[in-house]
């Protein structure tokens, strides 16, 4: 078996799954990556953020001083991997330099590729994603980028050096879940990077779905940051995806057609 044979090998066959996340050589203990927009207001988003687990902060450029004021979003998440989103670009061309202007003010190569091609659906443009990434990637960045749930896509993603995939699960703050899992699935069988659900999840079993169908984590946002309780939300998805990978590691019992006894039947009064 060759070296790209084995990287693609589907996933649960051959060698044990790793315990920790581990991106572009960087491990990380939580699965469970997590939004900085749409919060009530700042305490919330930190206790949130606390209570979630997460290591990686998301966080759009445009809300970035990029002046360094005192209790920046920087600050506040000085404690985390800030991972710097290129949210509302509509052209690979925006993105890159997006990217760019992360780097020189967060002294961070790394970036979560956004490329939107409708405002209204939020549905990526592959075309210029695949474009942007293929830049950045030979500009040296650590590119993770959003896509959508095609195979093709996401193996072109890979094949152009990506360090992840993140396909949706649903549009973007929909809340609907996991709406193709056999699409995920397909994606999951190819992937020799990383693949991180982003954008759909709505509430806390759907990450379990994510994770029990093999992702390697889970990034979210609107479904805390919108919750009637943020904290308890972000606390009820550190738990869900930590579930969800238990779950999928012990393995599920086959479902059946038929009811089989849980007990033995040998030793029944009149058997």
């Known amino acids: 078996m060759t070296q790209l044979e084995t990287a693609r090998r589907p996933r649960g066959e051959g060698a044990p799954e790793a315990e920790h996340l581990t991106i572009a050589g960087q491990t990380f203990g939580s699965r469970l990556l997590i939004g900085s927009a749409g919060y009530p207001n700042q305490q919330v988003m930190l206790d949130a953020i606390q209570a979630s687990g997460a290591e990686i902060i998301t966080v759009s450029v445009r809300r970035v001083s990029l002046e360094g004021y005192a209790e920046s979003m920087v600050d506040l998440l000085s404690d985390k991997v800030v991972l710097p989103n290129t949210a509302g670009c509509e052209t690979a061309r925006d993105a890159v330099l997006t990217a760019q202007l992360a780097r020189e003010a967060l002294q961070t190569n790394w970036v979560k590729l956004e490329v939107i091609g409708d405002r209204?659906?939020?549905?990526?443009?592959?075309?210029?994603?695949?474009?942007?990434?293929?830049?950045?990637?030979?500009?040296?960045?650590?590119?993770?980028?959003?896509?959508?749930?095609?195979?093709?896509?996401?193996?072109?993603?890979?094949?152009?050096?990506?360090?992840?995939?993140?396909?949706?699960?649903?549009?973007?703050?929909?809340?609907?879940?996991?709406?193709?899992?056999?699409?995920?699935?397909?994606?999951?069988?190819?992937?020799?990077?990383?693949?991180?659900?982003?954008?759909?999840?709505?509430?806390?079993?759907?990450?379990?779905?994510?994770?029990?169908?093999?992702?390697?984590?889970?990034?979210?946002?609107t479904a805390v940051s919108k919750a009637h309780d943020p904290v308890r939300m972000a606390r009820a998805m550190r738990a869900a995806v930590d579930a969800g990978r238990d779950a999928r590691l012990a393995g599920r019992i086959p479902k059946r057609d038929h009811a089989e006894p849980s007990s033995p039947q040998l030793g029944l009064i009149g058997s």
């Open 120 to 221: 209204e659906t939020l549905y990526p443009d592959v075309e210029q994603l695949v474009q942007a990434a293929d830049e950045l990637v030979r500009d040296g960045f650590v590119v993770l980028p959003y896509t959508n749930e095609d195979p093709i896509t996401a193996q072109k993603l890979m094949d152009v050096g990506c360090a992840a995939v993140m396909p949706m699960g649903a549009p973007i703050g929909s809340g609907q879940g996991i709406a193709n899992p056999a699409a995920i699935e397909l994606i999951l069988s190819r992937a020799h990077v990383p693949v991180i659900v982003d954008a759909g999840i709505g509430t806390a079993s759907d990450a379990v779905q994510a994770m029990e169908l093999g992702c390697d984590a889970v990034l979210l946002n």
